[in-house]
């Protein structure tokens, strides 16, 4: 059971934009701060670059599920963390400024306050989107969190596999 919440903690951990936005020093001024329409067309770029590497990590889980030969099985997991690893990144470079409509922030990341009224810079943001604006948010956060679910499968299954079959009692 420890195994699997670690496992979770890391996969939040590492598909987390946070980290990304904590990372870079991108804080702005309230007053330089506007509403820039989101980028759909490299946010769909990006999406079907993911999707490309979903098919190779479902592919590459089909094969560690076929495999008997424990060595093989370790070399198809390692290339399956680094196809998951590449997926993670595109996945935080959905993130970059712009790409999500946000300048230097994934949604609702706090500024540099944190827990003392670090959300400043959100104020006001949705109600100053348009329509389109906002059904263009929309369809990008519901293909994001589909992505954190499908790497949390993966996470998941890549951990099943590093244990190994459970023991049987005797």
């Not at 496992?7 to 509403?35: G, N, V």
């Not at 769909?44 to 495999?67: G, H, P, V, W």
């Not at 790409?99 to 100053?128: D, I, N, T, V």
Request: hydrophobic share 35%; net charge positive.
């Amino acid at each position: 059971m420890k195994d699997l919440v670690f496992a979770i903690a890391i996969c939040t951990a590492l598909t987390s934009p946070m980290l990304l936005a904590a990372s870079k020093d991108t804080a702005t001024p309230q007053s330089a701060s506007r509403t820039q329409s989101p980028d759909t067309a490299a946010f769909d770029k990006s999406l079907a670059q993911f999707r490309e590497q979903m098919k190779t990590m479902q592919a590459q889980m089909n094969q560690i599920r076929q495999t008997q030969d424990p060595q093989e099985r370790q070399k198809l997991l390692q290339q399956h963390w680094a196809t998951m690893q590449s997926a993670m990144t595109t996945m935080r470079g959905m993130w970059e400024p712009g790409m999500l409509g946000y300048r230097g922030r994934g949604p609702g990341m706090m500024g540099p306050g944190m827990m003392g009224g670090g959300w400043g810079h959100m104020g006001g943001y949705y109600s100053r989107l348009t329509p389109e604006q906002l059904r263009q948010r929309q369809y990008m956060t519901d293909q994001y969190l589909q992505m954190q679910q499908e790497m949390m499968n993966n996470m998941m299954w890549q951990q099943q596999y590093w244990m190994g079959p459970p023991a049987s009692p005797q």
